[in-house]
C-alpha cells in the first residue's frame, strides 16, 4: 500500500507570494493533519480534516488555511508569505480517531 | 496547554549499547502517546503508540513504557546500532476524537560504530 505522498517536495517563493501544498493520505484514510516544523519552534500542529469538514485548528494566523477533498486528499494555502514561513510542511494521515499517524515526506518551503 | 518536554536533547552512545529515551508531558490528560523517529531532512517514521489505558509497548528491540499518572514516557532502545542514528519524537494526543499531536522536541541519538 503506498504511503503518504506530498508534493511538490521543494519551494522557493518571495515574501507577499501564496503557496499551495499538497497532501495525498495513504487509501482509505479519511484524517489529515498537517504539521509546521521550524528549528526555532519544532513540530506544531497547523489543523486537521476528517471527511472535507476541518475538525481542529492549531494557533496560525489566518493566512494558513486548508481544505480536504472528497477522496480524502488534502491541501493547504499559505497567502502573503513571510520569511517565518519558512519550514518543513508535513502531513499525516490515519484511519481512525487515536490510532497511529501516518508521515509523508514533506514539502521544504523557502521564503525569500 | 499541554506542553512536551524531551530529555537529553542529544545523546551519542557507542553501538552495542542499550539507551533510554525520556519523555515528559504536563496535562496527564492524554489519549495515547505515540514515539517517532526522523532522519535528517526526512518526514516522521512511527515506531510505536500506546493507549492511555496502556503501559506498555514493544517492537523487536524497541520498548516504550507510559506512565500517566506522573507524565512520563520513556523509548528503551536494545543492543544500539548505527542505523538507529536519527531524532527521536514522542507525541501525545489531549483531545478525544482528534488527531492533533503535540510533540516534543526531540532527542537526537548519535549510534558511534
Known amino acids: 500500500k503506498a504511503g503518504v505522498t506530498q508534493t511538490p517536495r521543494y519551494l522557493i517563493k518571495t515574501r507577499g507570494q501564496q503557496v499551495t501544498l499538497s497532501c495525498s493520505p495513504i487509501?482509505?484514510?479519511?484524517?489529515v493533519s498537517w504539521y509546521q516544523q521550524t528549528p526555532g519552534q519544532g513540530l506544531q500542529f497547523l489543523f486537521e480534516?476528517?471527511?472535507?469538514?476541518?475538525?481542529n485548528k492549531g494557533n496560525f494566523p489566518g493566512r494558513f488555511s486548508g481544505r480536504q477533498f472528497s477522496n480524502s486528499r488534502s491541501e493547504m494555502n499559505v497567502s502573503t508569505l513571510e520569511l517565518g514561513d519558512s519550514a518543513l510542511y508535513l502531513c499525516?494521515?490515519?484511519?481512525?480517531?487515536?490510532?497511529?499517524?501516518?508521515f509523508g515526506p514533506g514539502t521544504r518551503l523557502l521564503v525569500l | 496547554k499541554q506542553e512536551v518536554t524531551q530529555i537529553p536533547a542529544a545523546l551519542s552512545v557507542p553501538e552495542g549499547e542499550n539507551l533510554v529515551l525520556n519523555c515528559s508531558f504536563t496535562?496527564?490528560?492524554?489519549?495515547?502517546l505515540q514515539w517517532f523517529r526522523q532522519d535528517p531532512g526526512k518526514g516522521l517514521t512511527s515506531l510505536l503508540l500506546?493507549?492511555?489505558?496502556?503501559r506498555e509497548q514493544t517492537s523487536g528491540r524497541l520498548n516504550a513504557s507510559l506512565d500517566k499518572s506522573s507524565g512520563r514516557s520513556t523509548l528503551y532502545i536494545a543492543a544500539s546500532q548505527p542505523g538507529d542514528s536519527a531524532t527521536y519524537l514522542c507525541?501525545?494526543?489531549?483531545?478525544?476524537?482528534?488527531?492533533?499531536?503535540?510533540f516534543g522536541t526531540g532527542t537526537r541519538l548519535t549510534v558511534i560504530p
Open positions: 496535562d496527564s490528560a492524554i489519549y495515547n
Open positions: 500506546i493507549q492511555s489505558s496502556q
Open positions: 499525516a494521515s490515519s484511519l481512525k480517531d487515536e490510532e497511529t499517524q501516518y
Open positions: 487509501s482509505g484514510h479519511r484524517s
Open positions: 507525541a501525545v494526543t489531549s483531545q478525544t476524537g482528534a488527531n492533533n499531536l503535540f
Open positions: 480534516y476528517f471527511s472535507e469538514t476541518q475538525r
